[in-house]
């Protein structure tokens, strides 16, 4: 069982202040960063399909690795898109609500938006990529991306909504009727 020791005094309050030590268990600190991909133009996800946790089957995930003694959550995020996926063009990251599970880890979320949507890599025992609205995921979801939803899927979905609305106004928008 992981204890977690808080080196911030606000006591057991990981999420408004995650200035917390989790003990090193070798390399792997029992912690992950989780980056789900949204396309800014279609309000469409990136998921993946890759062998499930178990071995067995395939499943639907997103872009998950581990964090190593001395990283940050946020920049592992953004590492593990940029290799894995072998994308290069802009980001922009929105931490979600992390996972918490006292008994093993703590998994840090976040939504990562691309101007558009992209081929991505595809390797690490991946099957291929689907780009999908939340409403239409494909099944079954791995663990990892079945946290994200279940803490943070309203927050992502409403994300995916303001992108999908503000690229439906673009043709009836006209910014001129503005000037004088």
Not at 173 to 179: G, H, K, M, T
Request: with cysteine.
């Amino acid at each position: 069982m992981a204890i977690f020791q808080d080196t911030s005094g606000a006591r057991f309050d990981l999420v408004r202040r995650p200035s917390w030590v989790v003990p090193a268990r070798g390399r792997w600190q029992g912690v992950s960063a989780c980056a789900i991909v949204l396309a800014e133009d279609t309000g469409r996800v990136l998921v993946r399909q890759c062998a499930g946790v178990d071995g067995v089957g395939l499943e639907w995930a997103t872009w998950t690795a581990d964090v190593l003694a001395g990283q940050s959550p946020l920049q592992v995020a953004i590492n593990t898109i940029v290799e894995r996926c072998a994308y290069d063009g802009d980001l922009a990251l929105s931490r979600l609500t992390p996972f918490f599970d006292a008994r093993f880890f703590v998994q840090h979320n976040y939504v990562a938006v691309a101007p558009q949507e992209f081929a991505p890599r595809i390797g690490d025992g991946c099957a291929g990529y689907q780009w999908c609205d939340l409403d239409q995921l494909p099944q079954p979801l791995s663990p990892a991306l079945a946290h994200l939803l279940d803490r943070s899927g309203s927050d992502v979905r409403a994300m995916a909504d303001l992108y999908k609305g503000l690229h439906g106004l673009v043709d009836t928008f006209d910014p001129l009727r503005f000037e004088d």
